[in-house]
């Protein structure tokens, strides 16, 4: 199965950061990742998909980027609502994997 | 609206058995591959398992594979997960969700909440 190695595992930032997170595949999995947003008792939400391609409702500071095994999550000026837990998911291979999730907190 | 509700969640005792139901409303059902993804207490999320459309194809999560089983029934706009021979790790939400475009998961269930213990 392809492994999907997120970083940090946790961040600490104040609300108008950049945050950056990043997503590493076991192998080149082109553009099939896709991003999620969860917060505490709540379902994921889904934030990015086609490693660039933005969810129809989720504002526009919310980008990816990447290909192959660099997949980046950033969120341009953080949000009171944005500190949460953020996934990455694979999509390349019949089997789907997550990343080990990336958790946003209040400096 | 699009919604996907969970149902059939429980305590469960090691060894036993447990069927999990999602009623999809507001989409065609029948058109969509569906995923459940777990997530044990205070752990990431981990993929399960799928089936497309028409309930042909499926596959799993090797974690889970020959004890769990997928289905659909699309004219009940119902999927349905079996879990057999439940262990204290299959603790977990299980989610429903409705795969959108390059796979992603566009649209997901409150989650019902399976414990295994004694």
């Known amino acids: 199965d392809i492994q999907m190695t997120q970083s940090p595992s946790s961040v600490s930032a104040s609300v108008g950061d950049r945050v950056t997170i990043t997503c590493r595949a076991s192998q080149g999995i082109s553009t099939w990742v896709a991003w999620y947003q969860q917060k505490p008792g709540k379902a994921p939400k889904l934030l990015i998909y086609a490693a660039s391609s933005l969810q129809s409702g989720v504002p526009s500071r919310f980008s990816g980027s990447g290909s192959g095994t660099e997949f980046t999550l950033t969120i341009s000026s953080l949000q009171p609502e944005d500190f949460a837990t953020y996934y990455c998911q694979q999509a390349n291979n019949y089997v789907l994997t997550f990343g080990g999730g990336t958790k946003v907190e209040i400096k | 609206e699009v919604q996907l509700v969970e149902s059939g969640g429980g305590l469960v005792q090691p060894g036993g058995s447990l069927r999990v139901s999602c009623a999809a409303s507001g989409f065609t059902f029948s058109n969509y591959w569906m995923h459940w993804v777990r997530q044990a207490p205070g752990k990431g999320l981990v993929w399960v398992s799928h089936?497309?459309?028409?309930?042909?194809?499926?596959a799993y999560a090797d974690s889970v594979k020959s004890r769990f089983t997928i289905s659909r029934d699309n004219a009940k706009r119902t999927l349905y997960l079996q879990i057999n021979s439940l262990r204290a790790e299959d603790t977990a939400v299980y989610y429903c969700?409705?795969?959108?475009?390059?796979?992603?998961?566009?649209?997901w269930g409150q989650g019902t909440t399976v414990t295994v213990s004694s």
């Open positions: 089936i497309d459309s028409d309930g042909s194809t499926r």
């Open positions: 969700a409705k795969e959108g475009r390059y796979r992603s998961m566009d649209v």
